[in-house]
């Protein structure tokens, strides 16, 4: 079992937004403003895509912002297009001084 | 630009030692700036952060994998090296490399990641 909780799967159409949650604790998520997000395509490496909770890195798309709220922290798609279809994994750092990640969050653009 | 590219055997047998290499190049492993990872993604499952080097010599490790595991770094080389002994099936990944980024010593998120490998333990 993963230490943060995301949502198995979620869909959308293309165009519309989707939000993914990502839950932790007072010991990570609820503490830490070290909240990363990652987009993972099949057989592809996991790509940055949110830092801090809501930076974004050179050359992601605006399309992407999270934020982050007690222990859930959040991933906003808008505009979705069909290559933001990916696997979706959150992490955090914790008070005990290590990184974990979400069990990921299948993105599907219908 | 960071590149970071992993090597070793693709097949391990159950209770031998699991070795990886991370070949870096644009950025330096005794560089003080960064936490030099290693992660794992079990078959059709999310991600486990393993352990990191930093300064070439101090390291952490995840608790649940301190027992067996050993990072190093060749800054001669420019590469950092996993161990991990006594592997079992449940050791049976895709390993990663990864640059993390961090701050007043809290490790905040990996920037750069290599292809990844993936390494298979069964006799």
């Known amino acids: 079992q993963s230490a943060l909780t995301q949502p198995a799967s979620v869909s959308g159409s293309p165009g519309q937004s989707i939000t993914i949650s990502c839950t932790g604790t007072?010991?990570?998520?609820?503490?830490?403003?070290?909240v990363s997000w990652y987009q993972q395509h099949p057989g592809k490496a996991p790509k940055l895509m949110i830092y801090e909770v809501s930076n974004r890195p050179s050359g992601v798309s605006s399309r992407f912002s999270g934020s982050k709220s007690g222990n859930t922290a959040s991933l906003t798609i808008s505009g979705l297009q069909a290559e933001d279809e990916a696997d979706y994994y959150c992490s955090s750092y914790t008070s005990s001084s290590i990184v974990v990640f979400g069990g990921g969050t299948k993105l599907t653009v219908l | 630009q960071v590149q970071l590219q992993e090597s070793g055997p693709g097949l391990v047998k159950p209770s031998q030692t699991l070795s990886l290499t991370c070949t870096v190049s644009g950025a330096s492993v005794s560089s003080g700036d960064y936490y030099w990872s290693w992660i794992r993604q079990h078959p059709g499952k999310g991600l486990e952060w393993i352990g990191f080097i930093h300064n070439s010599e101090y390291t952490y490790y995840n608790p649940s994998l301190k027992s067996r595991l050993i990072i190093s770094a060749d800054t001669s080389r420019n590469l950092f090296s996993l161990k991990l002994t006594s592997v079992t099936a449940a050791d049976t990944a895709v390993y990663y490399c990864?640059?993390?980024?961090?701050?007043?010593?809290?490790?905040?998120?990996?920037?750069?990641w290599g292809q990844g490998i993936r390494v298979t333990v069964s006799s």
């Open positions: 990864a640059r993390g980024r961090y701050d007043l010593g809290d490790l905040h998120y990996f920037d750069y």
């Open positions: 007072s010991s990570d998520v609820g503490t830490y403003n070290y």
